[in-house]
């Protein structure tokens, strides 16, 4: 079974930065597309940006400049997620996903993490 698990959330002041990161478990041969999605309090979850495994990149215009996402394509398939700049509107539980991931036992078309919360106090 592939598992998706998020850290490195937390508090932070305006204008900081924080580093999120999600590790994908499960006996994976390769993962397509991994992203970061965001639902803050009272909204849809947004898309905020996917790398392919070619390392072509997509960004939500509201993060543009200040995130950066990346992927450790060896064994581990680890995504990261670096925030700089933080906005008060930054502020929700940031979710992990993987798409089209191939292990040895199946294929999974997507698989969700459990997120992790992101608070950016004025």
């Known amino acids: 079974q592939v598992q998706l698990v998020e850290s490195g959330g937390g508090l932070v002041q305006a204008g900081g930065s924080l580093r999120l990161v999600c590790a994908a478990s499960g006996s994976i041969v390769s993962i397509n597309v991994m992203g970061w999605y965001r639902q803050a309090p009272g909204k849809q979850r947004e898309l905020v940006a996917f790398i392919t495994s070619g390392d072509a990149t997509h960004y939500a215009d509201p993060v543009k400049g200040r995130f950066t996402i990346s992927r450790d394509n060896n064994a581990k398939n680890t995504l990261y997620l670096e925030m700089n700049s933080l906005k008060p509107e930054d502020t929700a539980v940031y979710y992990c996903?993987?798409?089209?991931?191939?292990?040895?036992?199946?294929?999974?078309?997507?698989?969700w993490g459990q997120g992790t919360l992101v608070t950016v106090s004025t």
């Open positions: 996903t993987a798409v089209r991931v191939v292990t040895t036992m199946r294929d999974y078309p997507e698989v």
